[in-house]
């Protein structure tokens, strides 16, 4: 009996969290080593007042992520926590990026008028691209490849490559999305540790 109340507190401990709105959410990302920074911003963020999506996001960047000569130039992660609505098709996914990085770019070049007409996003659903997080429900896997003008370091037009994936938790109607991102190809070494990163992602009871 006691071992199965110990249970029944765990379960409820655990759909509390996420249950709660998502800027109430915390998470363990683990990192692959200490020099990996992490931010944490609202959404829609500043730089994207137009993005549909509302929640909060956990970034994780690679030691090198703003230092063009290095191998993990540009590689970083982000986990979106978001409410119910709108859901996270293909569609909204394709559109919530364009705006996303477009403003960024905007914002960081302090250029409003920027000529975006190049920009282009091209995202398709996949079978899976590897390793989900425990508990995760409802998973659905997308590859994406974002072309815009990256604004921190070079300030010229770049590819993004993109794995996400999406799900939910049990006992809760807010949506996860995981984004892993980095100018080399899906089929590079580096994506093996992104992948490391998503698959540790675990929801924190709310204590």
Known sequence: MQRLFFVGLMVAGFSAGAAVPPELQK??????TPEWAGERIKLPPGF??????KGIEEILFAPGMFKAEAKDFFMYVFLFALEGKPV?????????????YTGLSKARMNDPKMDVSKFTVKLEPVKENGVTPKEAMNVKSYRAEVVWLE??????????????????YKGSANQYLFVSASPQKPAAAIWKTMRGIRASVKLKPVK
Request: aromatic fraction near 12%; avoid cysteine; hydrophobic fraction near 45%.
């Open 88 to 100: 996270l098709t293909a569609e909204v996914l394709r559109r919530e990026l364009l705006i996303y």
């Open 151 to 168: 604004p921190f370091t070079t300030k010229k037009m770049q590819t993004l490559h993109f794995e996400l994936q999406a799900w939910q």
């Open 48 to 53: 994207a007042p137009k993005l549909g999506l």
């Open 27 to 32: 998470f363990e990302i683990v990192k692959p």
